[in-house]
T-cell receptor, first 115, second 113 residues
Framework: AQKVTQAQTEISVVEKEDVTLDCVYE???????LFWYKQPPSGELVFLIR??????QNEISGRYSWNFQKSTSSFNFTITASQVVDSAVYFC????????????FGAGTRLTVKP | DTAVSQTPKYLVTQMGNDKSIKCEQN?????MYWYKQDSKKFLKIMFS???????INETVPNRFSPKSPDKAHLNLHINSLELGDSAVYFC????????????FGPGTRLLVL
């Protein structure tokens, strides 16, 4: 069974603060993929990053960074110097190799960045 | 230029009606999906098609029937609409390889009155 838990339902920060969104996953697959998607107020789902289970290197893309730790089954997402435009619902997702591309999403974390 | 497109964007209809949502992707992907997002933003997969063949069919009422005329299109037909069908429906596509990244359409907001 696959499961993704995003324990933070809502987070509110003030602009320029750093914020970390947590994601914990469960899977029996030895090879799997983790994703983050952003859903801004306009409603579309925007792909942010994909990580495979063999690559535990952290990744940084501008103000975004991701920390993948297999030992704790976590794939956390940090936004540095948050901006109002970062306000959105962020989804963590998991896809295993044995399940026909089935992707399981977490419940999402609603981030509000106040000016 | 749109990678994954859906029509219509909004759909308001009465209970008991039958409606369809269309999805098209121009990414050359082999696999397409339908997801339902409820009012609490929870995203759940409904169907997945690979090269016009159904490969995932989650527990979805049989009033929902996907149709894939070719691998670039996956339409969703819903019979006898119920109030609980009100949601946002997303279409997505991905290549059938190890990358697995799914790209989503803009969503169709369905409201059943």
């Amino acid at each position: 069974a696959q499961k993704v838990t995003q324990a933070q339902t809502e987070i509110s920060v003030v602009e320029k603060e750093d914020v970390t969104l947590d994601c914990v996953y469960e899977t029996r697959d030895t090879t799997y993929y983790l994703f983050w998607y952003k859903q801004p107020p306009s409603g579309e789902l925007v792909f942010l990053i994909r990580r495979n289970s063999f690559d535990e290197q952290n990744e940084i893309s501008g103000r975004y960074s991701w920390n993948f730790q297999k030992s704790t089954s976590s794939f956390n997402f940090t936004i540095t110097a948050s901006q109002v435009v970062d306000s959105a619902v962020y989804f963590c997702a998991l896809s295993g190799t044995l399940n026909n591309n089935d992707m399981r999403f977490g419940a999402g974390t609603r981030l509000t960045v106040k000016p | 230029d749109t990678a994954v497109s859906q029509t219509p964007k909004y759909l308001v209809t009465q209970m008991g009606n039958d409606k369809s949502i269309k999805c098209e992707q121009n990414l050359g992907h082999d696999t397409m999906y339908w997801y339902k997002q409820d009012s609490k933003k929870f995203l759940k997969i409904m169907f997945s098609y690979n090269n016009k063949e159904l490969i995932i069919n989650e527990t979805v009422p049989n009033r929902f029937s996907p149709k894939s005329p070719d691998k670039a299109h996956l339409n969703l037909h819903i019979n006898s609409l119920e109030l609980g069908d009100s949601a946002v429906y997303f279409c997505a596509s991905s290549p059938w390889d190890s990358l697995k990244t799914q790209y989503f359409g803009p969503g169709t907001r369905l409201l059943v009155l």
